[in-house]
Nanobody
Framework: QVQLVESGGGLVQPGGSLRLSCAAS????????MGWYRQVPGKERELVAFIIRDGSTKYVDSVKGRFTISRDNFKNTVYLQMLRLKPEDAGVYYCNARAASGYEGTWGQGTQVTVSS
């Protein structure tokens, strides 16, 4: 039903940039809230940013001013523009779609982001 495919990850040096994409298929209802989460080995998956269909956004403090989440409702695609990357930004980034808060929703397969000099 709902399918999410992430892309755009890779290896960059500190200070570099990446743009992640999440191509989504599903109903407008199921894709109401789109989020990017990050997970590192041995740690819990954490929310990085989310965006609601109306354009409202929220970011974790550590990425404010550097990351921008956006969505194209015509293409059903969500983006995460990451600027001035730091080593602590590294991890596997997962796209998530849900109808409302309190639901786990659907997860993509993840895309690896490595920040290393």
């Amino acid at each position: 039903q709902v399918q999410l495919v992430e892309s755009g990850g890779g290896l960059v040096q500190p200070g570099g940039s990446l743009r992640l994409s999440c191509a989504a298929s599903g109903s407008d209802f199921d894709l109401n809230i789109m989020g990017w989460y990050r997970q590192v080995p041995g740690k819990e998956r954490e929310l990085v940013a989310f965006i609601i269909r109306d354009g409202s956004t929220k970011y974790v403090d550590s990425v404010k001013g550097r990351f921008t989440i956006s969505r194209d409702n015509f293409k059903n695609t969500v983006y995460l523009q990451m600027l001035r990357l730091k080593p602590e930004d590294a991890g596997v980034y997962y796209c998530n779609a849900r109808a409302a808060s309190g639901y786990e929703g659907t997860w993509g397969q993840g895309t690896q982001v490595t920040v290393s000099s």
